[in-house]
Structure formats: C-alpha cells, structure tokens
C-alpha cells in the first residue's frame, strides 16, 4: 500500500505564500502523476495542479501563473508553491499519487488533507 503525509497548510494573509509538500511511502515501485487537489466547504473536489513522472505539468485556470508544482522522484515527494494567494483558495488541500506497487498493482492514493486559509 501507498501512504502519504501532507504538511504546509496554515493561515496566510491575502498575497502571501505557502508551500504544501506531500511524501509517499510504502510499497512502491515508481510513482506516475502525483498531483493537488482541492476541497472548498460545500465545493466538490477540484485539480489544482499534477506533474507527470517526466516533468510535465497541469495546472488549474484559477491558479495559473500563481502556483507551482514540483517533485522529487528520488525523495518520492511532491511540492506546491502558492504565491498571491487570494481568499478564494481557501480549502482543503489534498495529495494525489498513481503508483506501481512492488506486486504489479496499480494503485491511487489520497493525503489526508492540510488546511489552506487565506484571511486578513
């Protein structure tokens, strides 16, 4: 199985910056696209951003020019960079990874969630 541990979140003023990163562990034999999600209250889950194994990426309109996504293969980590932030991305932020497992399984796996508020 494929565990992850997110950790960033927290309350940031209108423009500020934060950064989410989100470890996988477990039985993994490589890892496809991880990626962010994101959870408003009363809002369905929306993509933020994912990364590709080979560094391709995909971003949401919304966040455009203001995030950035990264990973660290070797480490098995993956990193969001949030700049401007704006009340509006308020939410709970998610990690998302495709992975192999060591037995040949293909398997997705969701972070437990870390709290983005953005508030004067």
């Known amino acids: 199985q494929v565990q992850l541990v997110e950790s960033g979140g927290g309350l940031v003023q209108p423009g500020g910056s934060l950064r989410l990163s989100c470890a996988a562990s477990g039985s993994i034999f490589s890892i496809n696209t991880m990626g962010w999600y994101r959870q408003a209250p009363g809002k369905q889950r929306e993509l933020v951003a994912t990364i590709t194994s080979g560094g391709s990426t995909n971003y949401a309109d919304a966040v455009k020019g203001r995030f950035t996504i990264s990973r660290d293969n070797a480490k098995k980590t993956v990193h969001l960079q949030m700049n401007s932030l704006k009340p509006g991305d308020s939410a709970v932020y998610y990690c998302?990874?495709?992975?192999?497992?060591?037995?040949?399984?293909?398997?997705?796996?969701w972070g437990q969630g870390t709290q983005v508020a953005v508030s004067s």
């Open positions: 998302n990874v495709d992975a192999i497992t060591l037995s040949g399984r293909f398997e997705n796996s």
